[in-house]
């Protein structure tokens, strides 16, 4: 890990943020991430690992009987100042998850919170949390926030598709439009903050309207140049991804383009192969990809555990997207990970969240990550 990549959490500033916007589902996210590990942690584990710790979010919400075997390490100084100043009895390790102060085989169980989406060089770490995990021994990662849709990009450039805006769920634009033409748009949900076309479909088609001198080419913001041979590049591109995101007014002329872009192409019968692409759907499958059999790992579980309680009126947070409009609560319910008996189904006036879970175990005889049976 570069130096420059740890440097950007190096504000503890952040670790407040984070602390303010988890609080509304505190008492939620604990249930669901203490029903985890009792579910899927070894019996009295030896020796847990945190990493990526932060400012010690999870061991405010681990059991006492779990925080008092975990070491939780973090690679950025502030954060573990930050960390020990918070938690003067917890045993907090300065250290990169790509190089772990552990010897090998010794690890009952590693977790993380909010850290595998954000790390650029996973293989490596996935292969320095197999040399420390016993055989058998889990990794468990918790996402109760949203990942950042630039963290995708680089994988939906590669595989050739350029990531737009999901101007398919804009509410500004979907309350006018006929529903001949929303037929022809792509199956999205509110959580999806990607639409990702086909590379080979979506220059060729600008390249030859900007030719024309067609207005609607200075609309497309970052978009209107990709079809000039070299002005491609992927980090200027995310950034002004993400400054529109965060701009509505932007955000709704740069969607209103991009729709009658897509409906212009339709109607044209051009090949246009969009899809929905949610962040949180995308790192689960790459988490599933990187602790796959060949590494070492067996799967446990991969998706979100949903949590409800009564609350004034409905209010659901999922995928770090907080919506009141009334709709399912997504994900395996908590009590089927607890073993409790499901709660009657959750009326309208609920706050309910959802905390996206991963849990990877080290293979345990040489045919590493097939399950024993016994
Ligand atoms: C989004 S923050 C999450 C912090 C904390 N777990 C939480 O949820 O409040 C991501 C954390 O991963 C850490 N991190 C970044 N690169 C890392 C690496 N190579 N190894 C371990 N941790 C890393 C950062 O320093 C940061 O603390």
Redesign the pocket.
Known sequence: ?TPD??AR?HNPAL?DH?IRIRQPWDRLTRRIVRATLAKYLPHSPEILVE?????G??REWLPPEIAAVTTHT???KP?VEAFCQRYPDANVLAA???NLPFTSDSVSGVL????LD??PDLAT?RNELHRVLKPGGVVVHFLDLATSPDTLFPELIAGGEVPLTNFARDPGLLEVLPESKKALLPVADDFDEVLAVRWDAFVPFVGMLAKANQPIVADLGPYARLHQPGSFDPDRFALEFMAISADPSRLLALNRALLSLTLTARQMGRAWPLRAVSSRTHLRMKLQNTFATEHGFSLDFAGPISAWEMAPEFVLRHAGRTVSRLMPIPGTPVEEVEGTSLAAAPGKAVRATTVEVFVARKGVGPNLGSSACV
């Open positions: 890990m990549s740890i959490w670790l984070l990493i990526g710790a932060g400012g979010q999870l973090e690679p950025s954060f990169d998850a790509e993380a919170l909010c850290v954000t790390l770490v």
